[in-house]
């Protein structure tokens, strides 16, 4: 399981550890995988402007200074993937189910199950 990590790495590094991933699991093992994903038709730029406008809304309990920590951090640190992206990594690495189990309300956080063959 992973929670919130993956977005922090390039396409490429995202490949190498789902391949990893992949060579841990016995047949028929399920590798859960919770972050952010971007819209199919977004980029990266669209993403965080709708994710920093859900934020702003209602992230209310942090002050001013906690909301532009987190705005720099995600603006710099985060580079969130489709989740048709990350089911090709997966089927690349012979997962054979996908499976979205769980998405937030402004569709910015995914709960996916992916089962290796």
Same mark, same amino acid.
Not at 42 to 58: A, G, P, S, T
Not at 96 to 107: A, G, I, M, N
């Given at each position: 399981?992973? %929670?919130?990590?993956?977005?922090?790495?390039?396409?490429?590094?995202?490949?190498?550890?789902?391949?990893?991933?992949?060579?841990?699991?016995?047949?028929?093992?399920?590798?859960?995988?919770?972050?952010?994903?971007?819209?199919?038709?977004?980029?990266?730029?669209?993403?965080?402007?709708?994710?920093?406008?859900?934020?702003?809304?209602?992230?209310?309990?942090? %002050? %001013?200074?906690?909301?532009?920590?987190?705005?720099?951090?995600?603006?710099?640190?985060?580079?969130?993937?489709?989740?048709?992206?990350?089911?090709?990594?997966?089927?690349?690495?012979?997962?054979?189910?996908?499976?979205?189990?769980?998405?937030?309300?402004?569709?910015?956080?995914?709960?996916?199950?992916?089962?290796?063959?």
């Amino acid at each position: 399981m992973t %929670s919130f990590v993956l977005h922090h790495l390039s396409l490429a590094q995202k490949d190498k550890v789902i391949e990893q991933v992949s060579h841990l699991l016995k047949t028929n093992g399920i590798f859960v995988l919770i972050d952010i994903v971007c819209k199919e038709e977004e980029d990266k730029e669209h993403f965080v402007n709708r994710y920093l406008e859900n934020m702003r809304q209602n992230w209310t309990a942090l %002050s %001013s200074q906690d909301m532009s920590i987190m705005e720099n951090h995600i603006s710099t640190y985060d580079f969130p993937e489709t989740q048709t992206t990350l089911y090709q990594l997966a089927q690349k690495h012979n997962f054979v189910r996908f499976e979205c189990l769980y998405k937030d309300t402004p569709e910015a956080a995914q709960f996916l199950c992916l089962t290796f063959q």
